[in-house]
């Protein structure tokens, strides 16, 4: 599941395969800019803003997110395209593909930045500052944590993985109230952690153990064992968390045991 960490890996891998390399095509299969064409035009820059990715050329910014299904690929042969596919950028060495991408516009470069001009400090980012974060995240002490983490406003990158990964961490269920969590200022500071050691991976790991089957501590467990007690791991449904409004969009896990 693409996080911010996955988006960053994604900019640094495009980085290597597109900035300072004029672009030979550019094939853009999303109606509103299907007729844009930014052959010719040199990749100055590829960053990432949480979970948004922009390439940037010489007179426009590709802008994307991953959502939940997309990705960027770079081969060093061209690839057949399928229904999936959304862009295409090639340039004499690789073939850059985007696909089932969630956002995929071209924008003016110089404003590129105003749709994510919302979102609070970047966990992998220059712009991150711990306590901005922790006091973005107790700003309504009567939210539910997990709610709370997943809003980008607070601090960017965190998606469903480590929302419940860090409130196991932290010892609280996810529809814990923020209030009820001790140190806001530890909680953000391990979020930035998890995603930071995660960065120049693909599979991800918060136990710390790289292992398959053992890299995270509840997520995706359910009926499985803690890893720290033993007690068998829990989820929340879409009908049981159909009373807290975005909740209900993810599931969540949890330990009854240590997170009281």
């Known amino acids: 599941m693409p996080e911010g960490d996955t988006v960053w890996h994604t900019a640094a891998v495009l980085r290597e395969a597109l900035q300072g390399k004029t672009l030979t095509r550019c094939d853009i299969r999303v109606p509103k800019f299907a007729t844009v064409d930014l052959s010719g035009q040199q ?11 922009f390439i940037r050329t010489t ?104 929302a419940n990964e860090l409130c196991f961490i932290v010892g609280r269920r996810p529809t814990a109230l923020v209030s009820t969590v001790k140190d806001p200022l530890r909680l953000a500071q391990r979020a930035r952690d998890m995603l930071w050691l995660n960065r120049n991976r693909w599979n991800r790991t918060t136990t710390g153990d790289t292992r398959p089957g053992r890299q995270l501590w509840v997520y995706g467990r359910a009926g499985q064992a803690c890893r ?33």
């Not at 990749?43 to 990715?53: A, F, I, P, Q, T």
Request: glycine share 8%.
């Open 43 to 53: 990749v100055d820059e590829v960053l990432s803003r949480g979970k948004h990715l």
């Open 59 to 162: 007179g426009a910014s590709i802008h994307s997110h991953l959502k939940m299904e997309g990705k960027w690929q770079v081969n060093t042969r061209p690839r057949r395209p399928d229904h999936r596919t959304r862009i295409i950028l090639e340039n004499n060495d690789i073939q850059a593909v985007g696909t089932e991408l969630g956002t995929l516009e071209i924008l003016e470069r110089d404003h590129d930045q105003d749709v994510v001009k919302h979102l609070g400090p970047d966990l992998l980012g220059p712009d991150w500052d711990p306590h901005r974060a922790a006091q973005n995240l107790t700003q309504d002490p009567e939210r539910p944590l997990h709610e709370v983490l997943l809003d980008q406003r607070n601090l960017a990158g965190v998606g469903n993985v480590y």
């Open 228 to 260: 720290r007690c033993g007690t068998l791991i829990e989820s929340g449904d879409r009908d049981r968390l159909a009373n807290l409004g975005n909740l209900a969009d993810r599931i969540t896990f949890w330990c009854p045991l240590c997170q009281p």
